[in-house]
């Protein structure tokens, strides 16, 4: 890896169908400045990247269910640090079809969570290549890849 190379994250996009079959997509709120974004964080030693992702859907939306092993995409964006400082990150995202939320979880105190249909979450983010990819999660939901089958088994 280079330097200039960018940090890797990792992301759970957690899904659900609504009583009318629509796909909804679960955001909450970053802890700092309060915008809404997808449960992300750093990789994991001797965890597999999907896994990772899951435990962070877990902490910070109290999200539970089933999550693919097969990346929907990635998108990049600047990371401002605890010290002042940036780090460009590139953050792959797993995608999780959610069977329930917990009442309890890690950071209910620090975040809030929404489901939005994808359109309308492709437009709060503010990551462009996220936005795309919600933006093709909406107009084509089975067509991503990892899921057709998170889509099936629900």
């Known amino acids: ?4 190379d960018p940090a890797q994250q990792i992301a759970a996009l957690p899904v659900r169908r609504d009583k009318k079959g629509k796909l909804r997509v679960l955001m909450v709120t970053s802890r700092d400045t309060g915008r809404w974004v997808m449960p992300k964080g750093w990789l ?14 877990m902490e910070e939306a109290g999200a539970v269910g089933y999550i693919s092993n097969t ?8 990371k401002q640090m ?9 953050v792959t995202v797993y995608p ?5 939320l ?3 979880w ?13 359109k309308k979450a492709a437009k709060l983010v503010d990551e462009t290549e996220l936005t795309a990819l919600l933006t093709e999660l909406a107009k084509q939901p089975t067509g991503q890849p990892g899921m057709k089958a998170l889509l099936k088994a629900s």
């Open 71 to 78: 990346a929907i995409g990635t998108y990049h964006y600047t």
């Open 44 to 57: 994991m030693d001797g965890k597999k990247p999907w896994r990772a992702a899951e435990i962070e859907a």
């Open 102 to 104: 917990k009442r309890r």
């Open 96 to 100: 999780m079809m959610v069977e329930r």
């Open 1 to 4: 890896m280079r330097a200039d």
């Open 106 to 118: 890690k950071e209910r105190k620090e975040r809030t969570r929404h489901w939005f249909s994808p």
């Open 82 to 90: 605890d010290d002042g400082s940036n780090i460009r990150c590139c």
